[in-house]
């Protein structure tokens, strides 16, 4: 999840006009990796382990799903959602990958061997973000 906030958005968004300028120059490059830690990668099982059935989970799992319903990559969440610290996962190596139309951030959890990413923010989001601010929940990339 990244609380794309007016300083996010708007570091992402010259991060982005970065890129293209070293693009005009070198045509080959396709992205800059950035060390950032502004996206927060969760699970909503990691205190249990399994799906939960009631309570806080249950609710985050209900928007989660409804959210998910509408086959976007990359959704705003409700004001209301509210993620516990004892969800959120430990991870290192956190980069926001910058691209021409886009970013998108990656990190490896604690001790484990692969990666998580999210799916690509646009530049459109970003602007509006830089207006607005937005929590913007992604799926996770495969």
């Known amino acids: 999840m990244v609380d794309l906030t007016p300083e ?14 070293q693009q005009a120059t070198d045509p080959e ?4 990796y950035f060390w950032d830690s502004h996206a927060a990668y969760f699970s909503l099982w990691v205190e249990s382990g399994t799906q939960p059935d009631s309570g806080f989970e249950a609710a985050q799992v209900t928007i989660l799903e409804d959210l998910r319903a509408d086959q976007r990559e990359v959704v705003q969440v409700p004001e ?13 190596c956190e980069q926001m990958i ?16 692969f990666r998580v990413s999210t799916a690509e923010i646009s530049t ?8 607005t601010g937005m929590n913007c929940g992604s799926k996770p990339a495969r």
Do not use: Y
Not at 8 to 21: D, K, P, S, W, Y
Not at 105 to 111: D, L, R, V, Y
């Open 8 to 21: 996010v958005a708007a570091l992402a968004l010259g991060r982005i006009g970065t890129v293209r300028e």
């Open 29 to 32: 490059l396709n992205e800059s």
């Open 80 to 92: 209301c959602f509210q993620v516990r610290e004892s969800q959120l996962a430990r991870v290192e």
């Open 98 to 113: 910058v691209r021409k139309n886009g970013i998108a951030f990656t990190a490896i959890p604690k001790h484990r061997d």
């Open 124 to 131: 459109e989001w970003l602007e509006t973000a830089t207006n």
